[in-house]
């Protein structure tokens, strides 16, 4: 059975940085492409950045743009969120995510376009 489990969540100051990971097991995701979302109190879950199975292509929404950057390492079957200059905004529970599809730029459809989910980790910026 396919499972995604986040790490690296927590509290920090605005501007500080944080690094997530997210590491699979079950079955292999290297052909696939990996994302993360995030849901705030209150509001839908949101797209936040994507990568395509082999790390050469990302997508990032433009709200975080220039601030978080994704990354994999397909040897480890883990994939990175690294967010930087973070905001108070950015507080939400933020959530991995993977489709069977390749290509990274399918996940920015939605979450309607996710095939697995992992169950979340809170991150919280204080103002």
């Known amino acids: 059975q396919a499972q995604l489990v986040e790490s690296g969540g927590g509290l920090v100051q605005a501007g500080g940085s944080l690094r997530l990971s997210c590491t699979a097991s079950?079955?292999?995701?290297?052909?696939?492409?990996m994302g993360w979302f995030r849901q705030a109190p209150g509001k839908e879950r949101e797209f936040v950045a994507a990568i395509n199975w082999s790390g050469a292509s990302t997508y990032a929404a433009d709200s975080v743009k220039g601030r978080f950057t994704i990354s994999r390492d397909n040897g480890k079957n883990t994939v990175y969120l690294q967010m930087d200059s973070l905001k108070p905004e950015d507080t939400a529970v933020y959530y991995c995510a993977a489709t069977q599809r390749p290509t990274g730029s399918y996940l920015t459809t939605g979450p309607g376009s996710v095939d697995y989910w992992g169950q979340g980790t809170q991150v919280t910026v204080s103002s």
């Open positions: 079950g079955r292999t995701f290297s052909s696939s492409a």
